[in-house]
């Protein structure tokens, strides 16, 4: 049976690009805050802060100029305002991941800002209280939009993977140096000019043990989905080029892209969304290579195409997507979920409702501990902040 939908699937996505989805009615999951007292919340990642085993949240907020980090109060008290901590002030703060770049064993954060700020930041807690510095490497230089912490040279713990945009925007690397709190002495590596990074996803595209980066470039001379391969960690010693790999959606607009098991033949595939309101899917086939196809949405009832999730939504064991918008003015939709059936077109579903303008990327956990999948995203211009949808859908035994 399930060779039979893996085939079927492929059929389907392989055919002719710009495929309608059907929309289906329905009601708007119960939104939760976690947190709305700031401006412009930009971005939603994921780490167990303070140990607890749960996994908490961290924030930038571009207006309010603060960085914050939320700890997740367990699924008894998951709809309510989480507790927080604002472990930095930042001006137009775009980006902030968690990250132990001191190997002390507890999680820092590292922020990036765009606008006149154009600098790297880490914030760390010393005798309990929060410091922020900025790596010389990385200040006032780039608008960076993305970061991920991953060891590329296997010399002093995690480097930092970084994308931007804008004048002189590039994806590229900040090398840790053996003593890391010794800001002076990380030094930036380019790999790659670019237009405007949207995603910067570590994984191992070719199979060979380390982290490669796939990314997305909204604008500039090369617009689409790539991957830049690793070529390992003495050749990164040595600061060697990173070949390029084109996967797909060239010549497009991409936004926030998300890598997971579409089709279940057991290997990575790779949905983003794309403007104006299109989802990408390329999956990967078994020489290496990518099969293209296109969702087309509802354009006239959702507004621009933000970010995708690849996830279970309903519990039937076919991957679904999540997809968020930007531009959602004046439309029935900011947020949506799109089924995917087995010998059928996808179905879009009704999530966010009408409330939101701004979305951005998303993440997905059980809050409340009911065994199904809700989605944390964060919302910017209505100011909703940062928020949580309850999945309210009866799971399929």
């Known amino acids: 049976m399930r060779t039979i939908f893996i085939l079927a699937l492929m059929l389907r996505v392989s055919g002719t690009a710009g495929d309608p989805v059907i929309s289906v009615p329905g009601s708007p999951w119960t939104r939760h805050a976690i947190d709305d007292t700031s401006q412009g919340a930009d971005g939603v990642k994921l780490g167990d802060f303070n140990g607890d085993g749960l996994p908490d949240i961290v924030t930038g907020w571009e207006e309010g100029g603060v960085v914050r980090v939320y700890a997740n109060p367990g699924a008894a008290k998951v709809r309510d305002a989480w507790p927080q901590t604002t472990v930095g002030e930042v001006k137009n703060v775009e980006e902030a991941i968690f990250t132990d770049l001191d190997g002390d064993g507890r999680l820092e954060v590292v922020s990036g800002s765009e606008g006149k ?31 991920a912490a991953v060891d590329l040279d296997a010399l002093h713990g995690p480097d930092l993977l970084l994308g931007s945009k ?34 910067l996803i570590p994984h191992d595209m070719d199979g060979d043990g380390d982290a490669d980066a796939l990314f997305t470039d909204r604008k500039g001379r090369r617009t ?26 060239l010549g497009k607009q991409l936004m926030f892209a998300d890598i997971g098991d579409v089709n279940g033949d057991g290997l990575i595939d790779v949905a983003v969304a794309a403007k104006p309101v ?22 006239n009832n959702l507004g621009d195409a933000k970010a995708v999730k690849i996830a279970d939504v309903n519990g039937d ?49 059980d809050l409340d501990g009911d065994g199904d999948l809700d989605v944390i995203t964060c919302e910017e211009r209505d100011q909703l902040g940062v928020v949580w949808y309850e999945n309210p859908l009866r799971l399929r035994p």
């Open 278 to 299: 299109e989802i990408v899917i390329c999956l990967r086939i078994a020489d290496g290579g990518w099969k293209e196809h296109v969702l087309t949405l509802d354009g």
């Open 117 to 147: 700020t154009r600098t790297l930041f880490w914030h760390r807690e010393i005798d309990g209280q929060w410091r922020t510095d900025a790596f010389p490497a990385a200040r006032n230089t780039q608008m960076w939009m993305q970061a």
């Open 166 to 199: 804008g004048d002189g925007a590039a994806v590229g690397w900040l090398q840790a140096p053996a003593k890391p709190d010794d800001l002076c002495a990380w030094i930036y590596q380019k790999l790659r000019e670019a237009g405007w990074l949207m995603s």
């Open 224 to 249: 689409g989905l790539f991957w830049l391969e690793n070529p390992g960690a003495e050749a990164n010693r040595r600061h060697e080029a990173w070949k390029e790999h084109a996967v797909g959606g």
């Open 317 to 365: 064991s076919l991957p679904d997507l999540f997809f968020t918008c930007e531009n959602a003015k004046g439309k029935l939709e900011g947020i949506v979920w799109l089924e995917q059936q087995p010998d059928g077109p996808w179905k879009q579903h009704t999530l966010g409702g009408p409330e939101g303008l701004k979305y951005d990327l998303m993440q997905t956990l």
